[in-house]
């Protein structure tokens, strides 16, 4: 094989969404290759790389594909009917943003079911076969920009990453009588609606949604039931985060997924079975994150994780432990008890469906693509598509108060004596984790030279409670110290990698670090913050979760004066004077999550300060960018990044 380049990304195919089927015996998936925009109208000067994806069918011994996707972004969302002979799906192609569509799970034509102005999401069947739901914001057109008008603010949120704008008028909830061919709206919220799904007896729904403005804000959500005639009736008094509600076969209760009551967002999501006034934790004493948390840059498209019944006594979740995410079984049998259903100690499963008669997955490690599995058989061979042999990463512990942490290294294939220069990579969240998930990027690095380095300190979310809270109010501190104890750890461990040629990068909380670093050490030959913030005050009032970021993440906020000195002490841009890094700053206009006003901070101090910087500003992205922003900016990020490394070091 040949050295690999950043246009290796062109090459792969990215799985997702896996939706087994009702007899269990059956899966259904999204493929999503990356294709000229318009194969009849090439420009030859400019290519133009996109996203498409076409659904794809295998039953564990044939694999096949289903559909063939139109120009645009294709076809994506299947979903079985409860008698396994339709698959609804939404295609999104030229003016369409996004269809509902029928096709016929033994073959034929598909069938268009809607012709709104607005795509459609979140489609579910009704357990009878009957219904179908989905949300849309219908006909509703917002052109307030393209006509140049102002726009009147006067709610708490306004903005989100991913959406812009946000619709002034949520979507609705549209009912789809598959046997009469009619379509009706059905529930029109005042606030979004999340986690919408059927209950057992196809009488209604569950869905979770916030009370009110503030309660949105500050993440506090309840679940509720919607009934056919459209009456809703609020079932939880939480007051903290919920991520979703599976309703029990029984129909009576439901398994909730979210924080402890009135808990913050440095707290881990458990589950939680709700009947009448009685609420149980079935993870009791898993002290784990319920869900995927470790880190990809292979996932385009939908990876469902929502908890299953396998039956009335045992619902299956994924969980992050360490750095891997496996299956994990509740069993409602005498006391709640946790044990494994599907869990490799160095693999991620990123994806999954599951019913009493089979489960469909998404399976990586750092060797192996991400590939679709249906009952333990692997079904796609996309890891045929790579055009460079993943490199294995080495395991790398420290150790502080709290115990053992830990990390890897990727080693570039060396010659005798010869060294690498090493990059200390720093994962975003901070709640999130390093580990067993498929890294093109880290790839990428390893095989043009650099050796990389990457861990998990305190605030990362697969090492129980204690660790992930060790941070909170404290950010800068604990944190950096792994950080350090890691990488001086590795350069100990690997004496092939140079100490002399270093570089510090990170993105989101990464960059946010990678800044923190360079205003208190200048260990480092060079810098690369992506995303990032250096502004604490500003990032308080700018960022699309400013208004309770601070207070969940660190218990302040700038719209108290006592707190104002307080956030500028643990702000970057306070110690912005003591940089001598060579930096370069990637940053996407649109990212609301981490305001480009951030990066311009940076810049313009680095600037008058006379330090060696580049700023990359890419438009029309977000905070994805690295992991499912346009294929061709993908591709300009990446060779920014070896182009200022190679620079440097």
Not at 393 to 409: A, Y
Not at 503 to 522: C, E, K, P, Q, R
Request: glycine share 10%.
């Amino acid at each position: 094989m040949s050295k690999m380049k950043p246009d290796s990304l062109l090459s792969l195919v990215f799985p997702s969404d896996p939706q087994v089927s009702p007899d269990g015996q059956q899966v259904v998936f999204v493929l999503s290759s990356i294709e000229e925009e318009n194969l009849e109208k090439i420009d030859q000067e400019f290519a133009k790389p996109r996203y498409r994806g076409r659904l794809w069918w295998s039953d564990g011994k044939t694999t096949r594909q289903l559909t063939h996707g139109e120009s645009g972004r294709g076809d994506s969302s299947p979903r079985w009917s409860p008698d396994g002979e339709t698959i609804a799906f939404v295609r999104s192609s030229g003016e369409v943003k996004g269809a509902l569509m029928l096709l016929p799970a033994r073959g034929g034509e598909a069938r268009r079911v809607t012709r709104f102005k607005q795509g459609v999401g979140g489609v579910k069947w009704s357990p009878d076969g009957r219904y179908l739901c989905f949300q849309s914001g219908g006909d509703t057109e917002d052109k307030r920009d393209e006509r140049g008008e102002a726009r009147v603010i006067t709610r708490p949120r306004y903005r989100f990453n991913g959406l812009d704008w946000l619709p002034e008028t949520p979507a609705k909830l549209w009912l789809y009588d598959v046997h009469k061919d009619k379509l009706s709206e059905w529930y029109a919220p005042e606030r979004g609606m999340e986690s919408v799904v059927w209950l057992p007896d196809s009488s209604g729904v569950l869905f979770v949604a916030a009370t009110d403005e503030k309660a949105a804000y500050e993440w506090r959500n309840e679940v509720f039931s919607l009934n056919l005639k459209g009456k809703v009736k609020q079932l939880t008094r939480w007051n903290s985060g919920i991520m979703a509600a599976v309703p029990h076969p029984d129909g009576k209760q439901f398994a909730l997924i979210g924080r402890p009551e009135g808990s913050g967002n440095t707290e881990y999501s458990h589950i939680y079975l709700v009947g009448g006034d009685k609420i149980t934790r079935l993870d009791e004493g898993h002290d784990h994150l319920v869900g995927n948390s470790v880190a990809g840059d292979c996932h385009v498209g939908a990876m469902p994780g929502t908890p299953a019944w396998l039956d009335d006594q045992t619902l299956v979740f994924s969980s992050t432990v360490r750095g891997s995410v496996g299956l994990f079984r509740a069993s409602l049998t005498g006391q709640p008890q946790v044990s494994a259903f599907d869990h490799h100690p160095e693999q991620v499963i990123s994806a999954f469906t599951a019913n009493a008669q089979g489960v469909a997955l998404i399976r990586e490690s750092p060797t192996r693509f991400p590939e679709v599995e249906l009952n333990g058989q692997t079904v796609t061979t996309l890891g045929e598509h790579l055009t460079f042999q993943p490199v294995p990463p080495h395991k790398v512990t420290f150790q502080n108060e709290l115990g053992e942490g830990e990390g890897w290294v990727m080693l570039p294939d060396l010659k005798k004596k010869q060294k690498a220069p090493a990059l200390l990579n720093i994962h975003g969240g901070p709640h999130t984790d390093y580990g067993y998930g498929f890294q093109h990027e880290f790839q990428l690095f390893a095989a043009n030279g650099y050796g990389v380095c990457y861990s998990n300190p305190r605030g990362s979310s697969g090492y129980g409670q204690a660790w992930q809270s060790a941070i909170h109010g404290r950010w800068g501190s604990v944190d950096y110290d792994d950080l350090m104890a890691f990488f001086d750890a590795c350069l100990k461990a690997y004496p092939a990698l140079d100490a002399r040629k270093t570089a510090v990068m990170g993105g989101s909380y990464g960059g946010l670090m990678t800044n923190w670093i360079t205003a208190h050490t200048g260990r480092f030959q060079a810098a690369i913050t992506d995303r990032s913030i250096c502004n604490y005050l500003s990032f308080n009032g700018t960022s699309d979760i400013g208004l309770s970021f601070w207070p969940h993440e660190l218990g302040l906020s700038f719209h108290r004066s006592a707190d104002a000195q307080k956030l500028w002490d643990l702000s970057p841009l306070k110690y912005v004077e003591n940089v001598k890094t060579p930096t370069l700053i990637i940053h996407s206009a649109l990212d609301h999550r981490c305001p480009i006003e951030q990066a311009e901070q940076w810049y313009a101090a680095l600037t008058l300060l006379d330090v060696p910087v580049r700023f990359v500003r890419f438009p029309g992205e977000d905070h994805e960018l690295s992991r499912s922003g346009r294929p061709d900016r993908r591709l300009k990020r990446l060779s920014e990044y070896l182009d200022w490394l190679g620079r440097w070091l």
